[in-house]
Structure formats: structure tokens, C-alpha cells
């Protein structure tokens, strides 16, 4: 069986994107960040609830504490705020959550243990126009990172990012996740609670509208 | 005056790369990291050493101990053993000394600190050529990390990539940094020892060569 790494924060997107990687037959090495945000421990948790559903065995959870170091966004940084989520978004303007080059940090971790496991693919769950806006999420920033891998390996390992749910919408995702059996009730989402979800931040008001037009009740509490 | 971030490891090579930057103009931030690698603290001691040379305000010194914990090379575990320099190189076998994507983790952390603190240029003391051959050295992988940039960040940052002595043999790196007054007597290059050189090791032999081929003397220690 292949292997595939997959990117899991714990959150709906990466958990749909893990039940692609399983469709397609891949055998899936989960691998997870902590770098400081507001609720990294029930993400870590989430990590390990979705790893233990799939009965994944490969699994490397690293601490980078170096964003919350560098600085520059709310996920980061306890003196700035987390916005609400808000409909539409305000054209160009980036939320105060984005985490500058954060795929890319990710993404480069994962590329140097998928050349020690011999792993092909690296999954991601980036979503592009019904997100955040985020610049580092986009088909072509991940096109742009295939090129680079092109170029970076030794002879003989090939390595590629698959992106599957990047142009669904959130609704999309939601219903795609149930159709495979996605553990939806083992994901978090929100940016900054730990309990119950707020319900209000960003990532809280984009997974509560996608469970909404999909027409599915959302399985996690809300305050 | 324009910042500039420049990986400096404490070799050699990376400090004629800060002397570049410095007579270009830039006001240089210097970043470094410790990775679990055998002379890990030797290292530091040469950043913060050729740190001090330029007077260097911005700093950014991160551990990132998962290098080691993905392993895969001889200078995170130690069970495998650091090989000896050989002229010429066997065409297509990498080095024991490979730490897969190590460049590419890098340049990623230094592209989210260089978007915090507005740096428009990340210079990387890599050589192609003459070195140990290991595949994100190249100018072609240089030139792809660029492009992924032009994808990567929020409108209105830009970020570049520069390579200065990327063609340059080691004898001309030695030759370049005695001419812009770089501080070689503070740099380190060996890969396994941390008191005196061990003029064996792969790094040690380039280095010597080089110094050898320029007629200089080195500046340090060795065994």
C-alpha cells in the first residue's frame, strides 16, 4: 500500500480531506503542529480522535513554537483580537488570524519525513474561495510548491501535494465528509474555545454555514 | 535601509553570504537554527560570534528538534556514521550528511519572519558545484522557492531569494570573504567535533581544500 502524509489540524476540512486519502487507498501517516495557537490542545486532541477512527499508525506531532516567536497574527499573538466571522468578506483584506508562509512551514516539514518514509503524496485541506482568503492556500501556491518539488529531492523520490476538497464549498465538504463516514463529531474548528465551540469566530461561522446550506445538523456543542 | 534575513549556520559559506548582504546595503537580520545536529552548540556560539562582528540587532534563533525526530540522516541520529570526504565525489550518491528538505524548512521559516518584520530578501549562503551535491543547493531549487513566493504572501509583500556565492568554488569563497573582511577565524564547519576541528569530515575537507586552493591560511583550529 502507498503511503500518503496527511495534514490534520483536527479541523473539518483536514478530516474530510484524510476520508479522501483512505478512499483513494493510500495508507495515510497523519501529521500534526502545535505552534502556539489559542487552542492547540483540543486540536491536539482532535488530532488523535480522527488518528485512532482510522487506525493510523504512522504519526509525527511537532512543536513550532517559532510562529508564535515570529508573531504577526491572533492565532499567535494573545494581544490581538480574533475577529468575527463576517459575510462577505471585505475584498483583500486579510483577517488578523492569517499566519504569514504557514503552509509553507507545514508543508516543508512534512516534504522531509515523506522522503524518510518513502511517502509520495502529501494531502492537504485547503480550501480557496470559500475560506478565509488566505493567500498560502490556493491552487496556485500548491501548483507552485509541485514545481518546487520537482527540484528538491535525490534521485528517484517523487513527491506530490493533492489538494481534493480546495474548489468545494464549505457545504460541499460537509456533505462529501458524511458520504464517507468522516468522524465530523471528532473535529474542531473553532479558533478560541477549548470547550464548547464560540460559534462566532471565523473559522466557527464558516463550519456552521456550511452545515447549514448542506442542510446537516453540525454534531459538536456550541456555547 | 532595506532588511535583509540571512541564514547564517556559523560555517563558512554563510558568512561570506552576511558579508555580501552587508556591502550591498542591506541591514542584515540574522537567523539561525539549532536542529538536534551533532555540534549544535558550536554553531551557535559561531552565529552569535559573527553576529556580534556586524553588530546585528535582529535575531532569530529557533529549535527545531523535529528534524531529529524524523531522522534519516547522519547528522540527526546518531547511529549513522559521518563519512569522510572524498575528491571526487561519486556522481549521484548522496552524502550520510542529506537532512531531507532541510533548506526548504529554512527558507520557510525565514519567509514568515521576513513578512513580520517587512524583510524583502532572504540570502542563503548555499554553493551548488563545489559541495556535497545534496539537491535543494541548487540554483534551480533557488529559483522555484522564488517562483512558489510569487504566490505565497498577501498583496503588497514581496520576498526574493538571493544566492551570491551559489557558482563560486570554495577557494573563491575564501578569496571573496578575505577581501570583504569577513570574520572566517569565527566560523565553524565540522560536522562532528566541537573543541578543535576534526579536518576529516566531509565539510572540514571542502573547507581545507578551499583555503588550500586560495592560498590562505585557515584562521581556525584543527585536531
Chains 1, 2 share one sequence.
Request: glycine fraction near 8%.
Amino acid at each position: 500500500m502507498k503511503k500518503a502524509i496527511i495534514l490534520v489540524s483536527g479541523g473539518m476540512d483536514s478530516c474530510v480531506t484524510a476520508a479522501c486519502a483512505v478512499k483513494q487507498g493510500y495508507e495515510p501517516a497523519f501529521f500534526h503542529v502545535n505552534y502556539g495557537q489559542l487552542t492547540q490542545n483540543r486540536e491536539l486532541k482532535a488530532f488523535c480522535d480522527i488518528a485512532d477512527y482510522y487506525g493510523v499508525k504512522d504519526r509525527l506531532i511537532v512543536d513550532i513554537e517559532y510562529l508564535k516567536k515570529i508573531g504577526g497574527s491572533s492565532l499567535t499573538d494573545r494581544s490581538i483580537k480574533v475577529e468575527e466571522g463576517t459575510e462577505p468578506k471585505k475584498s483583500g483584506a486579510l483577517p488578523s488570524t492569517y499566519v504569514p508562509f504557514r503552509n509553507g512551514n507545514l508543508i516543508s516539514i512534512a516534504a522531509s519525513w515523506a522522503e524518510v518514509i518513502n511517502a509520495g503524496r502529501i494531502f492537504v485541506g485547503a480550501v480557496d474561495e470559500d475560506s478565509s482568503g488566505y493567500p498560502d492556500c490556493t491552487a496556485e501556491f500548491f501548483k507552485k510548491f509541485n514545481e518546487l518539488f520537482g527540484a528538491a529531492f535525490s534521485s528517484g523520490f517523487e513527491l506530490k501535494i493533492e489538494t481534493p476538497i480546495i474548489n468545494l464549498s464549505k457545504a460541499e465538504i460537509v456533505r462529501l465528509g458524511t458520504e464517507l463516514n468522516a468522524p465530523l463529531h471528532l473535529t474542531w474548528s473553532c479558533y478560541q474555545s477549548e470547550d464548547k465551540a464560540c460559534g462566532v469566530c471565523e473559522s466557527c461561522f464558516l463550519r456552521l454555514r456550511g452545515f447549514k446550506n448542506a442542510g446537516i445538523k453540525d454534531p459538536i456543542e456550541y456555547k
